[in-house]
């Protein structure tokens, strides 16, 4: 059992790039999540979704896009890559939104905007 | 600042001996909080969760405290040992929450000394 998978593991972008970071979970989850997380700070959430066709935005969304078109693939956009973005990006799913169940996450992808 | 934060960003611990890893969160509408375990280049892992109606849970080797009265969580390790190295989160959802994301603190490193 995968769970959720992150590709890819690394990548080096320079200013005004486009890219996407794909993101796929295997356990039938609904909830889909979208994480940054820069040097020493807990996750912030950027985007979220609850179901296939149904995005919406989190903390910290400026920047980004995503797109939820199956229940497994969730990929996060960036339109013009800029310095503020270099972080980890962590994708996440639930069993549940509003209910008590544990976020399952991927290894994270490291982004470096230049 | 952050609703949910540690007390101490490290604790360094013999193995074998016991760790309590704490968390304080200042809203009082959280209703549900998990404790995570990163390790270096790996997304965040589950380790054990607990409602607001609890007072603490138990699972392998580790315990989770909640004091809803000065708004505190704690973790507990029972024997510590080297695998437990690692940086620890609190998250807090809060209740009711639209979005279900979790808040995260900032997280303790730990250090088991052999």
């Known amino acids: 059992n995968a769970g959720v998978t992150q590709t890819p593991k690394f990548r080096i972008l320079k200013i005004g790039q486009s890219m996407t970071l794909q993101c796929t979970q295997d356990m039938n989850h609904n909830y889909m999540y979208w994480y940054r997380q820069d040097p020493g700070m807990g996750l912030k959430l950027i985007y979220y979704?609850?179901?296939?066709?149904?995005?919406d935005k989190g903390e910290v969304p400026n920047g980004y896009n995503v797109s939820r078109s199956t229940t497994e693939d969730f990929p996060l956009r960036l339109e013009l890559a800029a310095p503020s973005q270099t972080s980890v990006y962590f994708c996440?799913?639930?069993?549940?939104?509003?209910?008590?169940?544990?976020?399952?996450f991927g290894d994270g992808t490291r982004l470096s905007i230049l | 600042g952050e609703s949910v934060g540690l007390h101490l960003p490290t604790l360094s611990v013999q193995e074998g001996d016991n760790s309590i890893i704490n968390c304080a969160y200042s809203?009082?509408?959280?209703?549900?909080f998990i404790w995570y375990k990163q390790e270096s280049g790996k997304g965040p892992q589950f380790i054990i969760d607990i409602r607001s109606n609890m007072d603490k849970r138990q699972g392998q080797r580790v315990t989770v405290l909640l004091n809803k009265t000065v708004k505190h969580l704690s973790l507990q390790i029972a024997a510590t040992q080297p695998g437990d190295s690692a940086v620890y989160f609190c998250a807090e959802k809060l209740y009711g929450g639209s979005q279900g994301n979790l808040i995260f603190g900032k997280g303790t490193k730990l250090s088991v000394k052999p």
């Open positions: 979704s609850v179901g296939a066709g149904i995005t």
């Open positions: 996440a799913s639930s069993y549940s939104l509003g209910g008590n169940q544990p976020q399952h």
């Open positions: 809203n009082s509408a959280s209703d549900y």
